[in-house]
């Protein structure tokens, strides 16, 4: 019993605060809408398919892990509900995960305990956990890496005579077609297996994880490449009109992700209440914050007990990654499944340095890991206001108050337009908006979004070409809409008419006139 206490401690704490903070509507953003019509698709046998679009292309943008595992869950049920609660059941299996692991690795009940706390505490790791997205699956999948290769390590039999060790390439693929930047996990453990001389078994471990991977790669290339990799080299993902990245380009993407990373995400990571703003000029508070963070993670791989080589490999390589990312994708997401790492290695730094200060000061209450129970604090903070998103602000009353709160009007508007189109347009209508997959939830009509042109002229051409037969103009604040879509609508108005008008803040449905229908 006392053994399992932490375990059973967690889950208490989980089911509490999962409790308060779960939400039952639907993420704003368009990627979770993404992964719930690819999951419908398999499910339903269209295979890897963007069904909502009006060509049913085979699907290249996510790598298929997610969906998969959605489809899974959808045998049970496809309801959103359902499906945002079984990502909560990984995240509580995770963080239980996560404890034995930091325990085998640290040594100490305590600071594995705390660890483990911080990362159940965690506002974005939570907030993930309430959503159809992948960061949590993601993590889940790499922890059990991690564990795999903990207990193959103890193993006596050879490697090729172990399930364990060919499970462990198996999870590595699995956490890969998940998330693509599981590249780092794989580097990680691979560089591990070269440290400690493990030739054969890295080789092996390499090969595996290489023929798993094959046929997605095959796949994407026979579609004409990764679209991941595609938008990695352009100027700006959102304007492929300013073309691809140059010598300086690189140079300047990497100081700007590394500055923002240094200030904003890795603050706002380990405290979400952490007030961040990524319009105005940082306080110095913020970089002296993310640079003690920094060092006390830095300090902890260094002092890691055990498995110090595979913490620093992945954490490293994972830095990498982050630094090439376009650098108009902000914010914590992607940090995401390295929290609870980055938390543990700054818990072990800060234990370390304690101890250290313990013994020189003679203070033995400094050397008890307790102390470092300080910093699960900064998880709870003030509730946010509607101009004060969740998303950017995720800690835990900012979530219960939001939880209980419908969306804001300009997203109600846009989902009621969608419930609009359902119940008033034939079933083959073709509906262009900014945002596809999210209206095609609500909508169930084929969507499509418009092209990335300042040219009227092209913009309508593409409507033509995929049979578009209504528009959407949103309030939502995306400047695409008002680059290019609104512009067309008001240099063509005779190719429109006004079908509705959802107010405060003005949302528009409008009907693509064919050509024939105007008058020259």
């Known amino acids: 019993m006392k053994k399992n206490l932490p375990l059973y401690l967690l889950t208490g704490l989980f089911l509490l605060v999962y409790a308060a903070v779960f939400d039952s509507k639907i ?53 959103f509900v359902f499906l945002k609660l079984m990502n909560g059941a990984l995240f509580l299996a995770t963080v239980l995960l996560l404890y034995k692991l930091f325990e085998r690795t640290v040594g100490n009940t305590t600071v594995a305990f705390l660890a483990a706390a911080f990362a159940l505490l965690n506002g974005h790791l939570l ?12 993590l889940f999948f790499s922890v059990l890496v991690l564990h795999a290769l903990v207990r193959w390590e103890r193993e006596e039999k050879p490697f090729w005579k172990s399930p364990v060790f060919w499970s462990l390439v198996l999870l590595s693929a699995v956490s890969y077609h998940i998330r693509t930047a599981g590249i780092a996990l794989v580097g990680a453990v691979g560089l591990y297996l070269l440290f ?15 023929a798993l991977c094959l046929p997605w790669y095959l796949r994407g290339k026979a579609l004409g490449g990764n679209g991941y990799l ?3 080299v352009r100027v700006n993902p959102y304007r492929p009109e300013e073309g691809l990245l140059d010598g300086s380009g690189w140079v300047d993407r990497i100081v700007a992700n590394a500055s923002r990373y240094l200030t904003q995400e890795l603050p706002n990571g380990f405290f979400p209440a952490y007030e961040v703003s990524y319009q105005e000029e940082q306080l110095v508070s913020y970089p002296l914050l993310g640079l003690l963070l920094l060092g006390l993670t830095v300090w902890g791989a260094v002092r890691m007990p055990k498995l110090r080589t595979l913490y620093a490999g992945y954490l490293a390589s994972s830095a990498v990654i982050f630094l090439l990312w376009p650098d108009v994708w902000f914010g914590v997401r992607f940090l995401q499944p390295l929290l609870p790492l980055v938390g543990f290695a700054a818990l072990v730094g800060a234990w370390d340095l304690l101890q250290r200060a313990a013994q020189k000061s003679s203070i033995g209450l400094l050397a008890h890991p307790a102390v470092l129970a300080l910093f699960l604090l900064p998880a709870f903070g003030k509730a946010t206001t509607a101009e004060d998103p969740v998303s950017n602000h995720p800690c835990i009353l900012a979530q219960v108050k939001s ?9 109600n508007n846009y989902f009621n337009l969608g419930k609009y189109v359902q119940e008033n347009t034939p079933a083959d209508a073709v509906i262009c908006t900014y945002k596809p997959a999210l209206f095609y939830l609500y909508a169930n009509r084929t969507c499509t979004k418009f092209d990335s042109s300042t040219d009227p002229d092209t913009v309508l051409a593409g409507m033509e070409r995929s049979g578009v037969t209504h528009v959407v103009i949103d309030q939502m604040g995306y400047a695409s809409v008002g680059r290019y879509l609104v512009p067309t609508v008001q240099q063509r108005p005779e190719r429109f008419r006004l079908v509705l008008t959802l107010p405060n803040p003005d949302t528009y449905l409008l009907e693509l006139l064919p050509r024939s229908a105007v008058t020259p």
Request: glycine residues 10%; aromatic residues 14%; negative net charge.
């Open 230 to 232: 595609q938008q990695l």
């Open 27 to 79: 993420d704003l953003g368009g990627d979770n809408a993404g992964y719930y019509i690819l999951g419908k698709a398999l499910s339903t046998g269209a295979g890897y398919t963007d069904i909502h679009l009006p060509e049913q292309t085979p699907a290249n943008h996510f790598p298929p892990g997610y969906p998969a595992l959605m489809a899974l869950f959808m045998f049970v049920s496809d309801s």
């Open 403 to 411: 939880s209980k709160e419908p969306h804001i009007s300009n997203f």
């Open 127 to 138: 907030r993930s956990a309430t959503i159809m997205m992948s960061e949590v699956p993601f």
């Open 196 to 210: 400690q001389k493990r030739w054969v078994p890295a080789v092996a471990y390499g090969a595996g994880f290489l």
